[in-house]
């Protein structure tokens, strides 16, 4: 008798996204002595000669991350070139090229091609970065976009994110949790539209959250500032699952702990009032919101008087032995453990 043997089949919510890249990754052998660094960080790190090359790559797909009921191709081709220069200056790099693949369904004309582009060449224009190439298929899934960027660093001084030391001050450039709050708008709106579809959408006052949820900046000033200000964090990570998850990248490759204080987490106003009006914790959406594409980095504390006082940067906890646990410090005063609360699209 031939026994059924059945495959294994694990679901993969079982591992979580970066379960599965460790579980894909965990074994792989750098064969070449121009990898510097592979996975495991925003970019991999490539080394010819005096500079060292960057590299990171993106999918974003439709109806997973983005739905173009309410986000505009435009807008799209913008964001989507963003999110991967937002690795490299991560990185403390400079982006200098990207590569475009596209698969797309024959539901999309040249003209929504077109305007895609559009906002991929924008982004380039203002962020002096070159397409050099991609690919175009077709898919009966919708829209796939995967965006590879290449960047360029100084030989070692390329900022990963396993260099935390205890003592090392926390630093988030701009503010957070804007881009989860224009996503609640954004939703709220496609609901009244099924609801009456001759209604006019009502987006007084939500400028600024929805202009961090459609038109990201990536922060291609704060390496700069950085560097001017002679400043190498000592890690560095961008903020695209939320400030908790982030952190934990920091902490875990790093092999320590840390205090993040609630009264410090950097919000704009209008964050403040539209969590009051979604009935939302602005701290829960700082740690937790996803897509604010901001740099979260530690310092030598020694450093400290170089960043004091600028209006980009702001110095939200410190870094702690392991043993301490990763810990928020709420306005009470209590010590709360910072747990992943990333956005885990597999899940
Ligand atoms: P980010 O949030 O910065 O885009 P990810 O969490 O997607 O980073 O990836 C973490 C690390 O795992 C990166 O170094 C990335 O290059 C690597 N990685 C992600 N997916 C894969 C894959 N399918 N195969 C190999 N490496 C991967
Ligand atoms: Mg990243």
Known sequence: MIEDKQPQRTPISELGEFGLIDHLTKNIEIKNTSTKYGVGDDCAILEYGDKQTLVSTDLLVENVHFDLSYVPLKHLGYKAVMVNLSDVYSMMGKATQITVSIAMSNRFPVEAVEELYEGINLACKLYDVDLVGGDVTSSNLGLVISITVIGEVEKDKAVKRNGAKDGDLLVVSGDLGGAYLGLQVLEREKEVYKVNPDSQPDL?????????????????????????????????????????????????????????????????????????????????????????????????????????????????????????????????????????????HMS
């Open 204 to 344: 007084s006052g939500y400028d600024y959250v929805m202009e961090r949820q459609l038109k990201p900046e990536a922060r291609m000033d704060i390496p700069k500032i950085l560097n001017e200000l002679d400043v190498l964090p000592t890690s560095m990570i961008d903020i695209s699952d939320g400030l908790s998850s982030e952190v934990l990248h920091i902490c875990t490759q790093s092999e320590v702990g840390c205090n993040i204080y609630e009264e410090k987490i950097p919000l704009d106003p209008t964050v403040i009032s539209a969590c009051e009006e979604f009935n939302l914790d602005a701290t829960t959406v700082a740690l937790s919101g996803g897509e604010d594409y901001e740099l979260l980095f530690t310092i030598n504390a020694a450093d400290y008087d170089k960043i004091k006082g600028n209006p980009s940067l702001t110095v939200i906890g410190h870094i702690t032995d392991a043993s301490a646990g990763t810990n928020l410090v709420t306005r009470a005063g209590e010590s709360i453990t910072i747990k992943a609360q990333g956005w885990n």
